[in-house]
């Protein structure tokens, strides 16, 4: 399995390190701040290790507060970082995650600390049991459609993936990101 992640992100990373160059510039001067947004992660079996994205967010957003439960989060979010998540293009350092042995191409959502506690009843702890990844099921149920999916819907979407995941799995996974891109509808 590790194989097709290096197999994938290795040409991934060299093709792209334009455009990872192009979006640090413009994350720079769009705002002042680190041009990366670096948080703690739970992945596979519970491991813990740091995410890589790029900056959506002022460097003033308060940092102990969960960006949803932040009153008016829209007004924190840069005129870059707008963009970088419609088009989750600020997902793209996540490469280096994956090169780093932290996550895989498909996986579960590599869950922030407070979500992650959340989630350690026995009846969603198998989730872990499955690789965290920059694609995954929920992700490509019903792409483009937010809200379609409950938040009880993608766990159990995560625990089918953790139980099921394949080889085959991921390749559908990863065909069904490609084709989520090209949609027209809003991601």
Request: hydrophobic residues 40%; positive net charge; proline residues 6%.
């Amino acid at each position: 399995r590790k194989w097709l992640d290096y197999v994938i992100t290795v040409p991934a990373t060299i093709f792209c390190a334009p455009l990872l160059a192009g979006i640090a510039i413009w994350v720079k001067i769009d705002s002042p701040g680190p041009v990366f947004f670096r948080q703690k992660r739970v992945g596979i079996h519970q491991k813990y290790f740091e995410i890589l994205k790029f900056r959506t967010m002022r460097a003033n957003t308060p940092k102990d507060v969960p960006t949803h439960l932040l009153e008016n989060p829209d007004q924190y979010i840069t005129k870059s970082g707008k963009f970088l998540r419609a088009t989750s293009l600020d997902e793209l350092p996540q490469l280096m995650n994956i090169l780093k042995g932290d996550m895989s191409i498909v996986g579960n959502r590599p869950l922030p600390l407070y979500e992650a506690e959340l989630l350690t009843s026995d009846e969603h702890i198998d989730r872990f049991m499955g690789p965290a990844g920059l694609t995954g099921l929920w992700q490509v149920e019903k792409r483009g459609e937010a809200g379609k999916l409950s938040a009880e819907e993608r766990k159990q979407l995560d625990i089918k993936y953790a139980k099921t995941f394949s080889f085959w799995l991921d390749i559908k996974i990863i065909l069904k990101t490609v084709t989520a891109f090209i949609q027209k509808e809003n991601v």
